[in-house]
């Protein structure tokens, strides 16, 4: 198992930046495929970003393309969410998660919220 707490969230205006940070603690994000989710009150959590644990190849919702970066850093067994341009449209709980290699098992953080104001 693996635990995760997500950090860096908070209150910024539109146009402004944040670094979310997801740490590791019980076994190392190395053998997880490491992903950022997003949901807003009665809505369906939504992925956002994906970074694969051999590759390091990365994926984004289309949304999000061109302003937020996922990286990882496996030595401080850390995860990283840098969005920047953020419009009120990106607020939302963000939540990290870590999938086993075909998804066999997947784990989440408990969230940090982000909010963009207009």
């Known amino acids: 198992q693996v635990q995760l707490v997500e950090s860096g969230g908070g209150l910024v205006q539109a146009g402004g930046s944040l670094r979310l940070s997801c740490a590791a603690s019980g076994r190392t994000i190395a053998y997880f495929n490491m992903n950022w989710y997003r949901q807003a009150p009665g809505k369906e959590r939504e992925f956002v970003a994906s970074i694969d644990r051999r590759t390091g190849n990365t994926g984004y919702v289309d949304s999000v393309k061109g302003r937020f970066t996922i990286s990882r850093d496996n030595a401080k067994n850390t995860v990283y969410l840098d969005m920047n341009t953020l419009r009120p449209e990106d607020t939302d709980i963000y939540y990290c998660?870590?999938?086993?290699?075909?998804?066999?098992?997947?784990?989440w953080g408990q969230g940090t919220q982000v909010t963009v104001s207009s």
């Open positions: 998660n870590a999938k086993t290699p075909l998804s066999a098992s997947q784990y």
